[in-house]
């Protein structure tokens, strides 16, 4: 579900993967970059969220 929230919103999916400072921050990058270039950008922070859920679910398989 999170996955699919990224290609949409990433920001919101990386607070809820618990990110918050990191989702303030791309949120406060991600609203002029997509205005700036038209959604060029926005691959790379479907990418960044990717990410971070991928770590936050292995940091909970391995607790």
Do not use: E
């Not at 406060?28 to 970059?33: S, V």
Request: without cysteine; charged residues 10%; hydrophobic residues 60%.
């Amino acid at each position: 579900m999170n996955y699919v929230l990224a290609l949409f919103l990433p920001p919101l999916s990386i607070l809820l993967a618990g990110r918050p400072i990191v989702a303030i921050v791309t949120f406060l990058i991600w609203i002029p970059a997509i205005l700036i270039s038209g959604g060029l950008s926005h691959p790379m922070f479907i990418l960044l969220a990717w990410v971070l859920i991928y770590q936050a679910r292995q940091d909970r398989r391995v607790q």
